[in-house]
């Protein structure tokens, strides 16, 4: 099993829609978990880090399902320029409980917002 | 604020030539790290490093090299380029493990 595994989408939603998109993990000691939102042909920018159960900002939820070993994001109202890959991040921990450095994302879910 | 510089933003090279790609940030962050995107790809991570002097393998060295000899700079060597490396390479840094990574604005290198 992948460390971190995405549906890839597309996700081709109207404006005003809310989507969520799911990131499954495999190593359930993992306590740390990020957004990334990618532009096309740009560099990839933080989103949203979660550390606990979750976060909310505005319009984007991320809920951590530690049970199922998955995070999801949400966005409610869907915006022209929420469109976009949107990459979720684990970092890998060691037996000692942090992390050796291997910092891998998944695949990225693409998401396009239609007027 | 610089942040993460990358050196070239765009390169051609021929079959079997050399270059370095160039990284610096200027954050004091101890990791670092290469990547590569394909078009419509996901990032696939090339080398890291956790400190200086500290370098590993990602998920796809064959056809790198890298070494750290100071916090700032992580450069990425590509020996014998093959076409099969053309890509876009992104350099990354975070002060700690779970902290945000910053990247730098990319390098778009195609290998003719």
């Known amino acids: 099993r992948k460390e971190v595994e995405q549906d890839p989408g597309p996700f081709n939603v109207p404006e005003g829609a809310t989507v969520a998109f799911n990131c499954t993990y495999s190593n359930s000691a993992s306590q740390s978990f990020f957004w990334y939102r990618q532009d096309c042909r740009k560099e990839p920018k933080l989103l949203m880090s979660?550390?606990?159960s979750g976060n909310e900002d505005g319009r984007f939820t991320a809920q951590l399902n530690r049970a199922s070993q998955y995070i999801s994001l949400l966005i409610r109202d869907s915006k022209l320029s929420d469109s976009a890959t949107y990459l979720c991040v684990v970092p890998p921990l060691n037996a000692g409980g942090t992390s050796y450095g291997k910092l891998t994302f998944g695949q990225g879910t693409i998401l396009t917002v239609h007027p | 604020n610089a942040g993460v510089t990358q050196t070239p933003k765009f390169r051609i090279l021929k079959i079997g030539q050399s270059m370095t790609l160039q990284c610096a940030q200027d954050?004091?962050?101890?990791?670092m790290y290469w990547y590569r995107q394909d078009p419509g790809m996901g990032l696939k991570l090339i080398y890291y490093?956790?400190?200086?002097?500290?370098?590993d393998k990602g998920e796809v060295p064959n056809g790198y090299n890298v070494s750290r000899s100071t916090t700032e700079d992580f450069p990425l060597r590509l020996e014998l380029a093959a076409p099969s490396q053309t890509s876009v390479y992104f350099c990354?840094?975070?002060?700690?493990?779970?902290?945000?990574?910053?990247f730098g604005q990319g390098t778009r290198l195609t290998v003719v």
């Open positions: 954050m004091n962050h101890n990791y």
């Open positions: 490093s956790v400190g200086a002097g500290i370098t």
């Open positions: 990354a840094s975070n002060g700690q493990w779970n902290t945000e990574a910053f």
């Open positions: 979660v550390y606990s």
